[in-house]
C-alpha cells in the first residue's frame, strides 16, 4: 500500500518550511535554507544541468553521425532508446 496522504503533506511542508525558514548548518557554520539561497542553489542547478547537457551532447552527437554516416549500429541504438 502507498504512504497516507498526511504523510506526503507532512513531507512536502518540511521542504518549504526549509526554503522559507534558514536553519543553523550542522557541521559547518553559518545557517543553511531560507529564500536568500534560493538563487545561488538554482544557479548551481542549472549549472550542472547545462554541463550535463554538453557532455552528453559532445558523446552523442558524434557517435550518432557516424553510425548514420556507416548505416551500422541500429540495433545498437534501438536498444539504447
Do not use: Y
Not at 7 to 12: A, E, I, K, L, Q
Not at 41 to 50: E, Y
Request: with cysteine; net charge negative; glycine share 14%.
Amino acid at each position: 500500500m502507498g504512504l497516507p496522504l498526511a504523510n506526503v503533506f507532512d513531507s512536502f511542508s518540511g521542504a518549504i518550511e526549509f526554503i522559507f525558514e534558514p536553519r543553523d548548518a550542522t557541521g559547518v557554520r553559518g545557517q543553511v535554507g531560507g529564500l536568500d539561497q534560493v538563487g545561488e542553489l538554482l544557479w548551481t542547478h542549472l549549472w550542472i544541468s547545462a554541463l550535463a547537457l554538453g557532455v552528453a551532447t559532445v558523446i552523442a552527437l558524434p557517435l550518432g553521425l557516424w553510425f548514420g554516416h556507416r548505416g551500422r549500429g541500429e540495433l545498437l541504438a534501438r536498444a539504447a532508446c
